[in-house]
């Protein structure tokens, strides 16, 4: 071996070995044992005495019946009312994956459902021939309708000489229009309504602030709607009475 390798062998030895330290230039053994010597592992034993603890099974029983503890979800599903149900399918059309905040949702809800209300007054009041503005004012209006209800001119008729024309030739039907015309005319003329060629029946009941003379008229409406619109022929007998029917509203007017 090389001499310069030997050398730095012997120093790595000496200043490696832990047993020996160097004082004033001298080697001092150390007493390894004294530092190094480990200490037995002492094992206590535990004397105590241990309580076992145990769910109470009839508190278990009772949480498990209890409805609030029931975390299911098809059991929370089939507990849905139906409004609950549609307003749930409404929200994941509407928004699809968005979670939207429960105060959010609920103006929502009522905001469709002030919407949806809105619609059916709306829808009602085209149907009945009234506007909104003029129902708020307290005035009438002109009402155009969708069918014809009469395309004559009432203050041109001969009520009197047509009614019988119609009654001579048994034909009952037309002799019954008459007669509801004759009636809008004389409403007409006691300015209780204001007659226009095309208007709804109702439009003209909804015109009528006197509660009697309303009454009796509604009467009259569906004994007219019934046999006119109705397409339904009536004898004689039948015209008798139902022309008893608006005699008895004329004198009422008068």
Known sequence: MPKPILILFILLCFTLNPSVAKVGGKAIPLKTDSVFKKKAAVVRMDSSKVNV???????????????????????????????????????????????????????LKYFFLILAVGALIFFVMKLLGMDMGNLLLGKSRKTPLAYTESTENIHEINFDEEIDRAILNHNYRLA?????????????????????????????????????????????????????????????????????LFQNFKKQLL
């Open 176 to 244: 019954v229009r008459l007669l509801y015309l004759r009636s809008l005319k004389q409403l007409s003329d006691g300015g209780l309504i204001q007659w226009q060629p095309e208007k709804t029946n109702s439009a003209y009941v909804y015109e009528l602030n006197n509660p009697s003379v309303r009454q009796s008229f509604v009467s009259l409406t569906r004994q007219f709607e019934y046999v006119w619109y109705g397409g339904f022929n009536i004898d004689g007998a039948a015209f008798g009475n139902i022309n008893q």
């Open 53 to 107: 603890r145990r769910f109470n099974e009839n508190a278990l029983d009772k949480y498990r019946a209890d409805k609030e503890y029931q975390y299911n979800d098809k059991s929370i599903g089939n507990e849905l009312s139906f409004w609950d149900r549609f307003w749930m399918w409404f929200w994941r059309t509407l928004f699809g994956s968005l979670s939207i905040s429960s105060g959010f949702a609920g103006f």
